[in-house]
C-alpha cells in the first residue's frame, strides 16, 4: 500500500483519498446548508441537490447503505461523528426527501454499521439522539 507523509504522520494514501471525498461531501452539504437553513421540513428540501449528497456518502463509504422501506441509513459511526449537528440534520433532510421522493415517508433512523447502534433519528423536521 502506498503510503504518504502529511504534517510529519505516516497516513496511508487511500485513507487520504477518503477524508479528501468526504470533504468534498461535506463541501456539498455545506452548500446545502443554505439552501436548507429555511427548509422546515423534508418535502421542502431541492430532490436533485439531496441525490447528489446521498450519492456522494455512498461513494466515499461514509454512508454504508439506505433504505426507503423503512426509512433507515447505515454510517460508519466515525462519519457521522465528524459532522456537526447541522449537517448531521442536513444529512438527515436529503435521505427523508429522497426517501419522499421513492414513496417513503418523511422520518428517518441512522443506525451505526457494524454495531447497529442507533444514531440519530429525525422526525421530518428535527434531530434527535
Given amino acids: 500500500m502506498a503510503r504518504q507523509v502529511t504534517r510529519g504522520w505516516d497516513v496511508p ?4 483519498r477518503m477524508k479528501t471525498r468526504l470533504g468534498l461531501a461535506l463541501g456539498v452539504a455545506l452548500v446545502l446548508v443554505f439552501s436548507y437553513r429555511w427548509a422546515t421540513s423534508a418535502a421542502s428540501v431541492d430532490l436533485e441537490q439531496s ?3 446521498v450519492a456522494m456518502l455512498h461513494e466515499d463509504g461514509a ?7 423503512p426509512n433507515m441509513a447505515t454510517m460508519k459511526g466515525a462519519s457521522w461523528a465528524f459532522l456537526n449537528e447541522t449537517r448531521q440534520r442536513n444529512v438527515m433532510l436529503a435521505l427523508a426527501r429522497v426517501c419522499i421522493e421513492l414513496g417513503g415517508g418523511p422520518t ?15 422526525d421530518g423536521r428535527n434531530l434527535g439522539k
Avoid at 494514501?13 to 487520504?16: M, R
Avoid at 454512508?63 to 422501506?69: D, E, F, G, H, R
Avoid at 428517518?108 to 429525525?122: C, I, N
Fill in 13 to 16: 494514501v487511500d485513507h487520504l
Fill in 51 to 53: 441525490r447528489q449528497l
Fill in 63 to 69: 454512508l454504508v447503505k439506505s433504505s426507503c422501506s
Fill in 108 to 122: 428517518m433512523e441512522v443506525h451505526e454499521a457494524g454495531s447497529q447502534r442507533l444514531l440519530a433519528t429525525f
